[in-house]
C-alpha cells in the first residue's frame, strides 16, 4: 500500500475564505493523524519497522496550534489555521521520499557492486582460461615448429644424397660408355681384321687343295735346300704345317678325270648325313669308318705310346713338323733312345735318316721322323684339314666333288702306310 504523501494530495494553498480555512485545517489535521497512524504498521523497506524523526514532529505538531505568522494572509479568512498544519504535512511527505530514493539507490548499489563481483570473478576464469589456452597454442606451435625444421633438415639431406648418388651414376654411366665404345671400336676393327683374313682364306682354298697346295700358304714345302731354319722353337700348327703338297708324297698318279671312277652307294649316304651336320666326333659312321680303315692304320707304328700321343695331337690340331738343317740343336730334356736322332726314327726305332722332327702341343720335346712316317702323318693331317674346312664352312662345292677329295685324300692315307712316299720326303 502506497502510504506517500505529495503535494498533489493536499488541499492547494492560497487565498480561502475563513470558513473554508477552519474546514480545511480539521480536514487536514484528521488526514495527518490518519496518515501518521498508517505508517506507524508499515515496515521501513529495510524491513525493519521503526518510527521515524518526522512521525514525531508531525503529532506533536499537530496537538499544538499552527504558526500563522508563516503564511502570508492575502485577505481575512477564517482558514488562517490551516497553514501550518500544511507545512508540517510537506516536511514529513519530503524525508520520507528521500529516505525511500536512498534506500532504493542503496539497493541498487549492493547488486551493481554484486554484479560486478560475479563479472570480475567471471571474467577471471574466462581469462585463466584463455592463458592455459594460450599456453597449450604456445607449446603446439613450439613442438610443429621443431618438426618442420627436423623435416627440412631431412630434406636437405635426402636431397644432397640424392643428387650425390645422381652425380655418381652419371659419372659411372659415362665411364662405363667410354669403356664401351672403345671396346665396340676394338671389336670392329677385330672383326674386319677377322673378316679380311677369312676372305683370304677363303681365296687360298679355293686356289690350295691337298692335291695342289699353294706354296705361299706352306712356305714349309719349299725345298729344304731354300728353306730357312729358324732357331729356338718357332712351330706351325698341323693346320698349315701338316698341308703338305700331296705331289711331294705320292708317285705320280694319273689325273683323276682319265680314271673311271664309280660312286659307292654305302659310303656316299654315309657321307651325305655327315654333311648335313659336320662333326669331329669319330662316334658318326662316317668318321669310324674311316678311323678303322685309315686312320688308325695310318698312325699304327711300331712305338705305341708316341703312336698315341701324335694320334691324340693330330685330331686336337697340335701337331708341328718343322725340317732339320744341316747343324741340328742338341736333343734335350729326354733320351736320345726316346726322341730318336737325326740317324734314328723316334717311331719306328729304325735306323733312318730324318730329314724332319715332331713336336706334340706346347712340350717343348722333339722328336725326329724319317721320311716313310713323316709321309704317313702328313697324309692323315691332310684329311683332317680339309674336314675342317667342310665343318667351318670354307669349302663352296658340291657334295660329289667334296666326296670324291674325301676318297683321294683316304687313298694317300692308304699308300703311305703302304709305303709309297715321293723321293724327296
Known amino acids: 500500500m502506497d502510504t506517500r504523501i505529495t503535494m498533489s494530495n493536499l488541499p492547494a494553498c492560497g487565498v480561502v475564505s475563513g470558513g473554508e480555512a477552519e474546514d480545511g485545517a480539521a480536514e487536514t489535521r484528521e488526514g495527518a493523524a490518519a496518515v501518521c497512524k498508517g505508517l506507524e504498521g508499515i515496515p521501513p523497506p529495510g524491513g ?4 521515524t524523526a518526522s512521525q514525531a ?3 506533536e505538531e499537530s496537538q499544538k496550534q499552527p504558526a500563522v505568522g508563516h503564511w502570508k494572509t492575502l485577505m481575512p479568512s477564517k482558514g488562517s489555521k490551516e497553514e501550518p498544519e500544511t507545512a508540517c504535512q510537506d516536511a514529513g511527505g519530503t524525508d520520507e521520499t528521500q529516505s525511500t530514493e536512498q534506500l532504493n539507490v542503496s539497493r541498487l548499489r549492493s547488486s551493481s557492486v554484486e554484479i560486478r563481483e560475479k563479472g570480475s570473478e567471471f571474467l577471471k576464469e574466462e581469462l585463466h582460461k584463455a592463458q592455459k589456452e594460450l599456453k597449450l597454442k604456445d607449446k603446439e606451435c613450439e613442438r610443429l615448429s621443431k618438426v618442420r625444421e627436423q623435416l627440412e633438415q631431412e630434406l636437405e639431406e635426402l636431397t644432397a644424397s640424392l643428387f650425390e648418388e645422381a652425380h655418381k651414376m652419371v659419372r659411372e654411366a659415362n665411364t662405363k660408355q667410354a669403356a664401351s665404345e672403345k671396346q665396340l671400336r676394338e671389336a670392329r676393327g677385330k672383326i674386319d681384321m677377322l673378316q679380311a683374313e677369312v676372305t683370304a682364306l677363303k681365296t687360298l682354298v679355293i686356289t690350295s687343295t691337298p692335291s695342289s697346295p699353294n706354296r705361299e700358304l706352306h712356305p714349309q714345302l719349299q725345298s729344304p735346300s731354300k728353306a730357312v731354319f729358324r732357331k729356338g722353337h718357332g712351330r706351325n700348327k698341323s693346320t698349315s704345317s701338316a698341308m703338305v703338297s700331296a705331289a711331294s708324297q705320292n708317285v705320280t698318279p694319273e689325273p683323276v678325270s682319265h680314271e673311271r671312277k664309280e660312286v659307292d652307294s654305302i659310303l656316299f649316304a654315309e657321307f651325305q648325313a655327315w654333311k648335313e651336320s659336320p662333326t669331329l666326333d669319330k662316334s658318326c659312321s662316317f668318321l669310324d669308318r674311316i678311323y678303322r680303315e685309315d686312320v688308325g692304320p695310318c698312325l699304327d707304328f711300331t712305338k705305341q705310346e708316341l703312336s698315341e700321343l701324335v694320334r691324340v695331337a693330330v685330331e686336337q690340331n697340335t701337331l708341328t713338323i718343322e725340317p732339320i738343317a744341316s747343324q741340328a740343336l742338341p736333343v734335350v730334356k729326354v733320351s736320345t733312345e726316346e726322341c730318336g736322332g737325326p740317324k734314328k726314327c723316334a717311331l719306328s726305332g729304325l735306323p733312318r735318316t730324318c730329314k724332319h722332327r715332331i713336336m706334340l702341343g706346347d712340350s717343348g720335346n722333339y722328336y725326329y ?12 693331317c691332310n684329311f683332317f684339314t680339309y ?11 658340291d657334295v660329289e666333288l667334296m666326296y670324291w677329295e674325301v676318297m683321294r685324300l683316304r687313298r694317300e692315307m692308304s699308300l703311305a702306310k703302304l709305303g709309297f712316299y715321293p723321293s724327296e720326303m
Do not use: M, W
Request: net charge positive.
Open 369 to 380: 721322323i724319317s721320311p716313310s712316317c713323316r709321309a704317313r702323318i702328313t697324309a692323315v
Open 57 to 59: 514532529n508531525f503529532e
Open 387 to 397: 674336314i675342317r674346312y667342310i665343318q667351318q664352312g670354307l669349302v663352296r662345292q
Open 48 to 51: 525493519k519497522p521503526k518510527a
